[in-house]
C-alpha cells in the first residue's frame, strides 16, 4: 500500500485521512480539500473541526467528551450538548463524594482510581468539577496527558419573590483550564 491507500478510504461522500502522532490518530473528514505538511496529511473542513481517536490494537476507538460531574448531562440544555459532542460521545461519570476527614494519601487514591475510570473512556475531553482538592488533581494530570479538560461557564439567574429564590443556570460556553507544566 501506498501513502495515499493507507490515509484514505471512502465512508460515504467523505474521505476519511488519518494522521498518526504519538500513538494518537487523528481523523478529519473532509470532501476534497487535503494538505502535506512535513509529512503527515492534513485535512481542513469548513468548520476546521478535527475528530480525535485512539488506535488500540488494531482498531480504531472513538473519542468521548467525559462529563466528570455530579450534574447528569440528561439535564442539560441543547446548547450545552452540542458543545459536548464536538469533543466526542458524551458519557457521564458521577463525580465522588470526597470525605472531608480524608488526608492527602487518600485524595492522592481517589485520584488514581479516578484517572483510571476516566482514561478507559478514551477522552476527547473532560468537564471536571466537583470537590477542590480532588478537581485540582485529576485537572493537573488531564493536562500533562495532553487532554482538554474543561469547566462549564454559565449565567446565574435569580428570581426573588418575597422570601421565596428561584437560581437557574444558562450555559455560555466551555472554558479550557491551562496548566502550566
Known amino acids: 500500500m501506498n501513502k495515499n491507500e493507507n490515509l484514505s478510504m471512502m465512508e460515504g461522500s467523505f474521505l476519511?485521512?488519518?494522521?498518526?502522532?504519538?500513538?494518537?490518530?487523528?481523523?478529519?473528514?473532509?470532501?476534497?480539500?487535503?494538505?502535506?505538511h512535513r509529512g503527515l496529511w492534513i485535512m481542513r473542513n469548513s468548520a476546521s473541526k478535527i475528530c480525535e481517536s485512539s488506535v488500540k490494537g488494531d482498531r480504531t476507538v472513538d473519542k468521548t467528551?467525559?462529563?466528570?460531574?455530579?450534574?447528569?448531562?440528561d439535564c442539560w440544555e441543547e446548547k450545552q450538548k452540542e458543545e459536548a459532542l464536538k469533543y466526542g460521545k458524551i458519557t457521564d461519570i458521577a463525580f465522588p463524594a470526597v470525605n472531608p476527614e480524608g488526608d492527602e494519601s487518600y485524595i492522592e487514591?481517589?485520584?488514581?482510581?479516578?484517572?483510571?475510570?476516566i482514561m478507559s473512556l478514551h477522552p476527547g475531553a473532560v468537564l471536571c468539577q466537583g470537590e477542590f482538592c480532588l478537581s485540582?488533581?485529576?485537572?493537573?494530570?488531564?493536562?500533562?496527558?495532553?487532554?482538554?479538560?474543561?469547566?462549564?461557564?454559565?449565567?446565574?439567574?435569580?428570581?426573588?419573590?418575597?422570601?421565596k429564590k428561584e437560581v437557574t443556570f444558562e450555559f455560555r460556553r466551555f472554558r479550557r483550564y491551562e496548566a502550566e507544566l
Open 109 to 117: 487514591k481517589l485520584t488514581e482510581t479516578c484517572m483510571e475510570k
Open 136 to 163: 485540582y488533581r485529576i485537572v493537573r494530570r488531564l493536562c500533562e496527558k495532553g487532554i482538554p479538560v474543561l469547566s462549564a461557564c454559565s449565567m446565574r439567574i435569580v428570581k426573588e419573590e418575597g422570601r
Open 16 to 36: 476519511i485521512f488519518a494522521i498518526f502522532r504519538k500513538s494518537r490518530n487523528y481523523i478529519i473528514k473532509q470532501k476534497d480539500i487535503k494538505i502535506e
Open 65 to 73: 467528551f467525559v462529563n466528570f460531574t455530579n450534574h447528569s448531562s
